[in-house]
C-alpha cells in the first residue's frame, strides 16, 4: 500500500498499476436521469443546453461525486458534440436519441466536414472542464472523453442509432477508400478534441467506442485499429492514462491491448479474469458489472461485486466499473451501495 493513498489519487494510481489502498470506483454514465438532481436540470434543458453552458455541466458532473463518493470524476458531455462544428447538422430528438439530417453516405460528403481546433470548435466543453477542476479542488481526478471512431462514424453514416451498422458496414467494404478518409478526419479531430480536454485540465481520458463489438476482429483489426492507434499516439505524449472501452468486446479484447491504451475496459459479458488474460496483465482493466445487476437485492449485488474483485485477485490495476452506462431508472442507492462495498472489501 502506498503512503497517502486517497480518493484523490487511487484512481490514477490503479490506471497506472501502481498499489493503492482499495479498489478504485467509478461508473459510466454516472451523472445522468436516474438522479433526481440531472432530472430537474434536464426538465428546464435540452441535452445540448447543458454542454453548451459550462456552468450546467459542470454542476451536472459533480452531483454524483457529492452523492456516491466514488474515486472518479467524469466530464458531462456527449460523444457527438464535435461534430456540430464540423459541419453536422444533429438533433436529439425526444424518444429517438440523436438524429443527423445530413449524414454522411459518399465521399463529397467526407469533403465537407472540416476538423477543427477544439479551442474554436468546442470552447464551451473546455471551459466546463476548468470549471469542474476548480471545483473538485483535488478530490478526485476528472476524466475526460470522446467518442471511438467507429461509434462516431457508425451515427454519421447510419444518421442516428442503428442494430446492425448495415451502411456502415456496406461503406466499409464497398467504398474502403471513403471509409478511410472518413475514419482519418474523425482520428484527427478526437486526437484534438481529447488533447484540449488535457491542456484544459483533465487527469485521464477515455475512448468510448461502445458500438465496436459490432465488428469481427478482422474487420477491427483491418477498418479501425489503426486509427484508434493514431489517436492514442497524438493523446499518450501529454501524460495522463488512456483508456479505450467498447461493448461485446471479447472477440477484440488482444486487439485493443495493441491500441497503446494503459486501461482497456471490459464488459459483463466475459469473466473479468479471463478478459484481463486476453488484454495481458501488462494493461490495466476496467469493469465489469452488468448495468442491470444494479436492479437486484443488496444480497445479489454483492454477490456479483465479490465474484468481480475474486477474480481480480487483488493484482493492481483494476478499476471497479460497470460493463456499460448506468441506467435511467437505476436505484441511487444501489449505485451508492456498491461504492461502499468495493471500498470495503478491498480496504486494509
Not at 470506483?25 to 451523472?31: C, E, G, I, L
Not at 456479483?304 to 460493463?323: E, K, Q, S, T, Y
Request: overall charge negative.
Amino acid at each position: 500500500m502506498a503512503d497517502g493513498n486517497t480518493a484523490a489519487d487511487r484512481f490514477l494510481r490503479a490506471c497506472r498499476r501502481e498499489p493503492v489502498d482499495r479498489t478504485p470506483v467509478w461508473f459510466m454514465r454516472q451523472a445522468g436521469r436516474y438522479m433526481a438532481e440531472y432530472r430537474a436540470i434536464r426538465a428546464r434543458h435540452t441535452l445540448l443546453e447543458i454542454c453548451a453552458q459550462p456552468d450546467l455541466a459542470a454542476e451536472v458532473t459533480l452531483q454524483p461525486i457529492d452523492r456516491l463518493g466514488g474515486d472518479a470524476a467524469i466530464l458531462f458531455a456527449d460523444i457527438l458534440l464535435p461534430l456540430v462544428p464540423m459541419g453536422v447538422d444533429l438533433e436529439f430528438a425526444a424518444g429517438e436519441g440523436p438524429v443527423i439530417h445530413n449524414p454522411v453516405r459518399e465521399a463529397a460528403d467526407v469533403a465537407r466536414l472540416v476538423v477543427r481546433d477544439p479551442e474554436e470548435a468546442t470552447p464551451a466543453v473546455l471551459e466546463a472542464v476548468r470549471l469542474i477542476r476548480r471545483e473538485l479542488d483535488g478530490r478526485v481526478p476528472l476524466i475526460g472523453f470522446a467518442g471511438g471512431p467507429f461509434t462516431v462514424a457508425s451515427y454519421l453514416i447510419e444518421g442516428g442509432s442503428s442494430r446492425h451498422y448495415r451502411r456502415t458496414k456496406e461503406m466499409m467494404y464497398r467504398a474502403p477508400e471513403v471509409w478511410d478518409a472518413l475514419m482519418a478526419k474523425l482520428a484527427d479531430m478526437t486526437a484534438r478534441y481529447l488533447a484540449g480536454q488535457i491542456r484544459a485540465g483533465a487527469q485521464a481520458v477515455q475512448l468510448f467506442d461502445s458500438w465496436v463489438g459490432a465488428l469481427s476482429p478482422l474487420d477491427y483489426e483491418r477498418r479501425v485499429l489503426p486509427y484508434v492507434r493514431r489517436i492514442v499516439a497524438h493523446v499518450a505524449p501529454l501524460g495522463v492514462p488512456v483508456i479505450v472501452f467498447g461493448t461485446g468486446t471479447a472477440g477484440l479484447l488482444p486487439l485493443m491491448a495493441t491500441t497503446g491504451a494503459d486501461v482497456v475496459g471490459i464488459d459483463w459479458r466475459i469473466a473479468l479474469d479471463d478478459g484481463w488474460a486476453r488484454v495481458g496483465h501488462d494493461r490495466a482493466v476496467q469493469g465489469n458489472l452488468d448495468p442491470l445487476v444494479l436492479f437486484a437485492p443488496r444480497e445479489e449485488i454483492e454477490r456479483h461485486v465479490r465474484d468481480i474483485l475474486a477474480r481480480a485477485g487483488g493484482r493492481p490495476g483494476h478499476i471497479f466499473n460497470l460493463g456499460h452506462g448506468i441506467l435511467p431508472e437505476t436505484p441511487v442507492d444501489n449505485v451508492r451501495y456498491v461504492v461502499e462495498l468495493v471500498h470495503e472489501l478491498t480496504g486494509t
